[in-house]
């Protein structure tokens, strides 16, 4: 089984919905981040979590939201999704100090109408 | 300016073929350096990380050069299945954050 997996793998939506991406991990690390890719700007970090109750935003937080509901559980929410935040969403973890590698998670790959 | 910069490519190389890629960062307090292989589509995945010394694993070769803040990999004898994108990151550990470059993308081929 994976060790970091994201739910859904693929999702398509309309302009102005809410939307839930989640990812889960049994690596039983602390850290959780979520990064947005797109297409010649690379991984962009959105939000981050050290531990149950820090949570940080990343360099482009405006329209996203994030919920750490347990040590292996990140979720990103979109309240009210536009077309410019169709893009492969991925999750990360990583182990104690910034020295470690992340593991990404298989990705979410969204699209909004 | 970007945190991290990389040439997008393509580099296109035959099989067999050397081929470098250099990686610049922007902060010198930067402290962890790290080449990630990303498949099309696919996750990111650690190819190795770059140590002060240079490393060294099988055909690839990272080294830092921190008096000009860039990192580089190296690949020997390339293989149809060296193609893909390499990211480099960096990651300034006071502040506990990943910078990703945008990727290169390699296409070895026959």
């Known amino acids: 089984d994976a060790d970091v997996t994201q739910t859904p793998r693929n999702r398509i939506t309309k302009t102005g919905k809410r939307i839930m991406l989640e990812c889960s991990q049994t690596k039983g690390h602390d850290r959780m981040y979520w990064y947005r890719q797109d297409p010649g700007l690379g991984l962009r970090l959105i939000y981050y979590?050290?531990?149950?109750?820090?949570?940080n935003k990343g360099e482009i937080s405006d329209g996203y939201s994030v919920s750490r509901q347990a040590q292996a559980k990140f979720s990103l929410s979109l309240e009210s999704a536009i077309p410019n935040q169709t893009a492969l969403y991925f999750c990360a973890t990583s182990a104690g100090e910034g020295g470690n590698e992340q593991f990404f998670g298989p990705g979410t790959r969204l699209t909004v109408l | 300016r970007k945190e991290v910069e990389q040439d997008p490519g393509p580099f296109n190389v035959p099989e067999g073929a050397t081929v470098a890629f250099n990686c610049t960062y922007s902060?010198?307090?930067?402290?962890?350096f790290f080449w990630y292989r990303q498949d099309c589509r696919k996750e990111p995945k650690l190819l190795m990380s770059v140590y002060s010394s240079g490393n060294e694993d099988g055909r690839f070769t990272a080294q830092l050069n921190r008096a000009s803040q860039y990192i580089s990999l190296l690949i020997r004898d390339s293989k149809l299945s060296d193609s893909a994108t390499y990211l480099c990151?960096?990651?300034?550990?006071?502040?506990?954050?990943?910078?990703f470059g945008s990727g290169t993308k390699l296409n070895v081929k026959p």
């Open positions: 979590s050290f531990d149950v109750k820090d949570i």
């Open positions: 990151a960096v990651n300034l550990n006071n502040f506990n954050k990943f910078y």
């Open positions: 902060n010198s307090a930067s402290q962890s």
